[in-house]
């Protein structure tokens, strides 16, 4: 398909089992919109049958298409920025396999509700929002991420982790091509170079529904987080995020 309005991008590692009906929801809300869309599938190392049920997807629906991150380089980073560089999309929408966020409020995000942002960033923390089913000591360790962002790296958002953001083409091009990190600190590293591009992000507030299956941990990742926003600051710094020519 060449030239979507819309790219739906997820990222998959080991959702062998939330696949199907992921993708059937997103299927029911795309046979409802008067655009073209596309969705892009990349399977990063998994150890379950995530790829072969993306395959099965694929052979089902046409606007479905299935990629794999390179063998032995796992990480949700390298795996969006894959699907992002491919898509063809004129908006292209990055979007967990587990559907924390519904999928019919993806409408939200578009023009022309959303008319003049470069970037439209779910939130589970501004202004609005809700999240329904999220034990307490989940929500402080969000808080604690946040804290941490606002204090290293930006001050402007109250929740640059949720898995849903939505990109205009021109603008997913520049920031992809330069992402550098495959980690935690991926989302904080395109919001950065965003933020010293000039371009417009709105934090939209969602209604985002508690999954059980989370892997974050409190400690170990805000650790990391902390080691990939000092490795952030210091690529800004050397000039690694320099537009591609």
């Given amino acids: 398909m060449s030239n979507p309005f ?27 919109q008067d655009f073209s869309a596309e969705v892009i599938i990349v399977e990063n190392g998994s150890s379950d049958r995530t790829y072969e049920v993306a395959q099965e997807a694929a052979r089902e629906s046409d606007r479905i298409r299935v990629l794999q991150s390179p063998k032995g380089i796992r990480g949700k980073g390298l795996a969006v920025k894959q699907g992002m560089l491919a898509a063809n999309g004129d908006w292209r929408f990055m979007c967990d396999a587990d559907l924390s966020m519904r999928i019919e409020d993806l409408a939200g995000f578009l023009p022309p509700q959303t008319h003049g942002y470069d970037i439209v960033i ?76 000039g371009y417009r992000v709105k934090e939209l507030p969602i209604t985002w529904y508690y999954d059980p299956y989370s892997t974050m941990r409190l400690w170990d990742d805000s650790v990391q987080l902390l080691r990939e926003i000092w490795e952030i600051r210091r690529n800004w710094r050397q000039g690694l995020y320099e537009r591609e020519q």
């Avoid at 999220?134 to 962002?149: D, S, W």
């Avoid at 021109?170 to 010293?196: C, H, P, S, T, W």
Wanted: charged share 25%; aromatic share 8%; hydrophobic share 45%.
């Fill in 122 to 197: 779910a939130s589970r923390e501004a202004p609005g929002a809700e999240s329904v089913g999220e034990p307490e000591y989940r929500h402080i360790m969000g808080r604690v991420a946040t804290f941490i962002i606002k204090l290293a790296a930006i001050k402007d958002y109250e929740d640059t982790q949720c898995g849903f953001k939505l990109f205009s083409a021109n603008v997913a091009e520049d920031l992809f091509r330069v992402q550098r990190m495959n980690g935690i600190g991926f989302d904080v590293e395109l919001l950065y170079i965003a933020k010293r591009r």
């Fill in 6 to 32: 819309l790219s739906i991008v997820i990222p998959a590692h080991n959702e062998a089992s939330r696949l199907p009906p992921s993708l059937a929801q997103i299927n029911g809300f795309l046979d409802q």
